[in-house]
């Protein structure tokens, strides 16, 4: 089983990047993913979830109205669309999931088994 993180870059402040998690070796389709981040220094934290079915969707606080999260379970891919970005969002990106065992995705990274190896992002002032 292997996730794939890719999409991510450089971009100025105020910009968009889209990264898309795929998979290999499992139906995305039936799977929980959630994005997190990890800045230098910092611990990795949760930014989005969906859940299998796309009905549940949750966002960290900080990035609410700026960061959209979406799925193609016919092209076994989710993608996180991040607009107005911000000096604060350079970060590791990583997706992760978990078999959806209900509509909810999991927001604690302890809860997802599969993890993708993470896609940089920078955001220039």
């Known amino acids: 089983v292997q996730l794939q993180a890719s999409g991510g870059g450089s971009v100025q402040a105020g910009g968009s990047l889209r990264v898309s998690c795929s998979a290999s070796?499992?139906?995305?389709?039936?799977?929980?993913v959630g994005w997190f981040r990890q800045a230098p220094g910092k611990e990795r934290q949760f930014v989005s979830n969906?859940?299998?079915?796309?009905?549940?969707?949750e966002y960290a606080d900080f990035v609410k109205g700026r960061f959209t999260i979406s799925r193609d379970n016919a092209k076994n891919t989710v993608t996180l669309q991040m607009n107005s970005l911000r000096p604060e969002d350079t970060a590791v990106y990583y997706c992760a999931a978990e078999y959806g065992r209900s509509k909810y995705a999991p927001s604690a990274q302890r809860h997802y088994t599969y993890w993708g190896q993470g896609t940089q992002v920078t955001v220039s002032s």
């Open positions: 070796g499992l139906t995305l389709s039936s799977y929980a």
């Open positions: 969906i859940g299998w079915s796309g009905d549940s969707i």
